[in-house]
């Protein structure tokens, strides 16, 4: 028992020095519960010290740019879909907006990450209701996967709707590992349900690795070394099979974190995708002068129907696309809080803290900065021209986090929502909804969600 020092930095030259200059003392991210079991401890997300390290040595140069481009034909079957439920849905002046992106999010990380049509947009006959999708294509192992995938992240939640254990951990943490370790083994706790539902995605998924390796077997035997190759699914999985195959100095991958850096992307990549495509188009919806300068300048680039945006015109052709994505990130940002903590005893901002002390940086509050910001409650994406950046601190807007722990998927990330955005603004044009509740309500989580979802009105451009 006993009080937790708790430091929160909300200075973008102090979230420098945590993030960057003293990052060898402030390497890890705060210890997990004993909740959280190790589907989620394997991952780079929650690993710490030299294992983080090789961990992430190991995965970053699967998400270099030649291969993230490759991606973009997977990507971009996802958003015709997307666009398909749009102009599918009965009632165009309420489309559901937040559902049918979650829905690209989730199809686009079954197939990149997994190798796995999910089946979401592009087979679900029910897209445009506000019901949950449980997957498609009749197949029950995708359908059950996808419920506990989201039976794990409600078992997660660190607040009192959550199993005994995690709720007595808030009061008396000392209480919590034994508590947990009883009411594991008794059958109908909430406890005993997620390690019971921990077990069934670890199943799931090992069959899912299995597949791979029988299919990299079949594909070895069926022809030369070059054809293999060429066929060879473009997905995660199979990057990380070539990885603990090819072996690696520092660390070597087992199946475990496999599984673990697999579901990490189901994770990490899929609400916060659907928010910020989300926001993006509900704060261009009500900003007409932004609305009409992004069309302007995705007509003017406007590669042929039916062809995707390479990668290079996507990161060279749109310059006031980034900056109106940027913008929409700061404006609502999906991850307002960071979470570290001190492995050593350290200086930070004159003050010295202990070994073992949270250090939070919140760039949710740098981002509402007016010293920063300039009228921060505007949404005006030419703050990020190239101008004004250069005139700004350069870790005032941080939404990926910074130095080596910050999000190594974020150009992935961001791959999708450019992608959406001009697949989205070729055919239409979005209105707030009549239903959807004015001012916007939040819900906080894991991330931040939009409490009641995104309802658009979509007017066909012509």
């Known amino acids: ?33 004993p909740t959280i079991g190790s589907l989620h401890q394997d991952a780079l997300f929650l690993t710490r010290d030299s294992t983080w390290l090789a961990m992430r040595n190991t995965v970053i140069p699967l998400y270099q740019p030649a291969r993230l481009a490759r991606l973009i034909p997977v990507m971009q079957s996802y958003v015709d879909a997307l666009v398909a439920n749009i102009a599918g849905c009965p009632d165009q002046d309420c489309i559901p907006f937040c559902q049918l992106s979650l829905r690209m999010a989730i199809d686009i990380i079954g197939k990149t990450a997994f190798g796995v049509e999910f089946g979401l947009s592009k087979n679900s006959e029910d897209s445009c209701c506000g019901s949950e999708a449980h997957g498609g294509e009749g197949d029950d192992d995708v359908r059950e996967f996808l419920k506990e995938y989201k039976r794990s992240m409600e078992f997660i939640k660190m607040d009192l709707s959550s199993s005994l254990s995690t709720i007595l951990g808030l009061f008396l943490p000392c209480a919590q590992t034994p508590c947990r370790r009883l009411l594991r083994r008794v059958p109908g706790t909430a406890d005993y349900k997620m390690d019971e539902n921990e077990r069934r995605l670890c199943r799931r998924i090992d069959a899912i690795i299995a597949g791979q390796r029988r299919d990299r077997a079949a594909r070895r035997r069926g022809g030369d070394g070059d054809a293999a190759a060429r066929s060879a699914p473009l997905d995660f999985i199979a990057a990380l099979l070539d990885a603990m195959e090819n072996g690696g100095k520092d660390f070597a991958l087992e199946d475990r974190h496999v599984r673990a850096l697999a579901y990490e992307h189901l994770i990490a990549g899929t609400k916060t995708t659907a928010f910020t495509l989300s926001s993006v188009v509900y704060l261009v919806s ?7 300068k992004l069309l302007r300048e995705l007509d003017g680039f406007a590669p042929p129907r039916g062809r995707a945006p390479t990668a290079d015109e996507l990161q060279s052709r749109l310059p006031y696309l980034d900056q109106v994505i940027k913008e929409a990130m700061r404006f609502h940002l999906v991850s307002p809080l960071i979470a570290r903590q001190t492995s050593e005893r350290v200086e930070i901002g004159g003050y010295v803290l202990p070994k073992g002390a949270c250090v939070w940086l919140a760039p949710g509050v740098l981002a509402r900065d007016a010293a920063q910001f300039p009228e921060p409650e505007e949404f005006r994406p030419e703050r990020f021209a190239a101008e004004e950046e250069r005139a700004r601190h350069p870790y005032a807007h941080i939404p990926f986090g910074v130095g080596p722990r910050a999000c190594i998927g974020h150009k992935f990330a961001l791959q999708q929502v450019k992608l959406a955005v001009v697949g989205l603004y070729r055919r239409y044009v979005f209105r707030h909804s009549p239903a959807m509740e004015s001012p916007i309500q939040f819900d906080f989580d894991l991330v931040l969600a939009f409490r009641h979802g995104v309802k658009l009105r979509a007017i066909r451009r012509e």
């Open 286 to 292: 009500c900003h007409p002068r932004v609305e009409e």
């Open 1 to 33: 028992m006993g009080r937790q020092p708790l430091v929160i930095v909300a200075n973008a030259e102090l979230c420098k020095e945590v993030g960057i200059k003293k990052f060898k003392d402030i390497r890890n991210r705060s210890t997990p519960p």
